[in-house]
Structures are given as structure tokens and as C-alpha cells.
């Protein structure tokens, strides 16, 4: 796999890189050497944080862990990302489909079953048209972490957010 390590706010010690190697050089197992791994690492505070972005084949694989201690969320990041990647190969061969960069090895390999995704109840609502800092506002009145509105600038269906430390996102569609 091909490594791409950067630092915000932080040096990126050779310690840091070689942990960071070691511990996401377990997932080489599931890869092609051509692989690309972008590895961001930041620290705000106290609070030390880790990125791991993984193209595969139209889709991404990512994780962002956060602790007071970089060591444990480069730790804490691998779990994950292998537990995504397990999710993904599931769902790759419910669909038959191609992995990409993925081992064959890997995707031809019996795992236990996971749980199935089930939707349990839908909602219907109006959806009215309004900017974005106007969702937010809705957002935050009803008390959800995302708000669905029509974009009255774009007049196409987009969506907001509440991110991490107390400021928002938006998604708008692209065709």
C-alpha cells in the first residue's frame, strides 16, 4: 500500500509514521500493493485526531478517531476501518460486484454474517424551500443532528448537518 502521512498543527515524528505503518499495515491483507492510504493526523487542544481516507472502486473507506492520545487513535482507526472493510466485502458479494482493489483472497473468504441493515419505520414531510442557515435554525428547533429542505437558491433537494464541534455541513447533490 502507498502511504500518504500528513500533519496539521503536528510534526509528523518518524515514530508516528512507523506506528501508523505497523498498525494500518495489518489491512495489507485485504489490498493490492497499488493501494492508496491518506492519513491525516491533527491535534486541536487536547484532543489528538486521526483521518484515514481509502479510495476502493467508486466508493471510500474512512475513519476519523479522536482521544487525548495520538498512539490510541491510530489504534482505535484500524479497528474500524477493518470493520468497514468486512461491511463492504458483505455487501460486495450480496451484488456480485467487482472489488477493485481489493484481494480476491480476501473477497473469496467465508465470514460470519453480519447484521442486516432494516428499516424499521419511514416518514413522510413537506418539504418547503429555504436557505441553508434557515435548516439550521429548523434543525436545531426540532432537535435532529441533519435537516432535509429544498434549496430556494438552487431549488434542488439538499441537506445539513451537525458536525463536530458545534458547526454544520452541507450536502448538495451532483449530477
Known amino acids: 500500500m502507498k502511504y500518504i502521512i500528513s500533519g496539521r498543527n503536528l510534526e509528523v515524528t518518524d515514530s508516528l509514521r512507523s506506528q501508523v505503518i505497523e498498525k494500518l499495515g495489518k489491512l495489507e491483507r485485504y489490498f493490492t500493493p497499488d493501494t492508496e492510504v491518506i492519513v491525516t493526523m491533527s491535534v486541536e487542544k487536547d484532543r489528538q485526531k486521526i483521518e484515514v481516507t481509502i479510495p476502493v472502486k467508486g466508493h471510500i473507506i474512512r475513519s ?16 474500524v476501518i477493518e470493520r468497514q472493510l468486512r461491511k463492504y466485502k458483505t455487501k460486495l458479494a450480496g451484488k456480485q460486484r467487482d472489488g477493485g482493489n481489493l484481494k480476491k ?17 419511514t416518514k413522510h414531510f413537506d418539504v418547503k424551500p429555504m436557505y441553508p442557515e434557515d435548516a439550521c435554525v429548523q434543525m436545531e428547533l426540532l432537535g435532529h443532528n441533519f435537516f ?8 434542488e433537494i439538499n441537506v445539513v448537518y451537525k458536525r463536530k464541534g458545534n458547526t454544520y455541513g452541507l450536502l448538495e447533490p451532483e449530477y
Do not use: C, G, K, T
Request: glycine share 0%.
Open 64 to 79: 476519523e478517531q479522536v482521544s487525548n492520545d495520538m498512539y490510541v487513535s491510530i489504534d482505535l482507526v484500524e479497528e
Open 105 to 121: 483472497e480476501f473477497l473469496e473468504r467465508e465470514e460470519e454474517p453480519l447484521e442486516d441493515v432494516r428499516i424499521i419505520r
Open 148 to 155: 432535509v429542505f429544498v434549496n430556494a437558491e438552487s431549488d
